[in-house]
């Protein structure tokens, strides 16, 4: 292997690091901050309605993520 292989091979590690984490950093992000707006909603009173929890939207989440890691590797 040349200088240049090798440089690029770890500069795809690295990136590819850098792109699943921030992949996973948004996607706890964008569920945590749909359960915070429920909860925000509920405390404003609005009919006792909101501070139900959603188990749907964290496993559509899940799911999203695992489709999103399956076209990352690609």
């Known amino acids: 292997m040349n200088a240049n292989q090798l440089i690029n091979m770890v500069m795809r590690q690295v990136v590819r690091r850098l792109v699943n984490g921030g992949i996973n ?3 706890k992000a964008m569920s945590n901050s749909q359960g ?3 909860n925000n909603a509920s405390a404003g009173g609005n009919d006792g309605q909101g501070a139900q929890v ?3 939207g964290a496993k559509q989440a899940k799911q999203a993520m695992r489709a999103m890691r399956k076209i990352n590797k690609f």
């Open 36 to 38: 915070k707006a429920k």
């Open 25 to 27: 950093a948004g996607f």
């Open 54 to 56: 959603n188990p749907q």
